[in-house]
């Protein structure tokens, strides 16, 4: 499968961006999905997570706050996963990775980076303050 991420750009605190991820190949439904994104001098971590299936969603513990502010989602019949991100905040700068482990799991577990098998090629968040 490939992905294809848009959507980033440069925003001022309090601003909105979605992004958008479109897999070309293979259907996103034979996948375990997500959103990582990546802050300088920082791991990837992971954002949010969705099930193809029913579309449950989780948001990370990390940072309790993007769930509140984000919305994971997927368009089935357009094969492309979504993030919607609302009240940016400049701790939000970072690149953002849609990602694909070929192996279904739904919403929950592989939270990892480095358990997943296709990337994006990243799209950049940039908050002003």
């Known amino acids: 499968v490939q992905l294809q991420a848009c959507g980033g750009g440069l925003v001022q605190a309090g601003g909105s961006l979605r992004l958008s991820c479109a897999a070309s190949?293979?259907?996103?439904?034979?996948?375990?999905v997500r959103w990582f994104r990546q802050a300088p001098g920082k791991e990837r971590e992971l954002v949010a997570a969705i099930s193809w299936s029913d579309g449950s969603t989780y948001y990370s513990d990390s940072d309790y706050s993007v769930k509140d502010r984000f919305t994971i989602s997927r368009d089935i019949a357009k094969n492309t996963l979504y993030l919607q991100m609302n009240s940016l905040k400049p701790e939000d700068t970072a690149v953002y990775y849609c990602?694909?482990?070929?192996?279904?799991?739904?919403?929950?577990?592989?939270?990892?980076?480095?358990?997943?098998?296709?990337w994006g090629q990243g799209t950049l968040v940039t908050v002003s303050s």
């Open positions: 990602a694909a482990k070929a192996y279904y799991s739904g919403v929950y577990g592989y939270t990892k980076y480095f358990e997943y098998d296709y």
């Open positions: 190949g293979r259907t996103f439904s034979l996948y375990t």
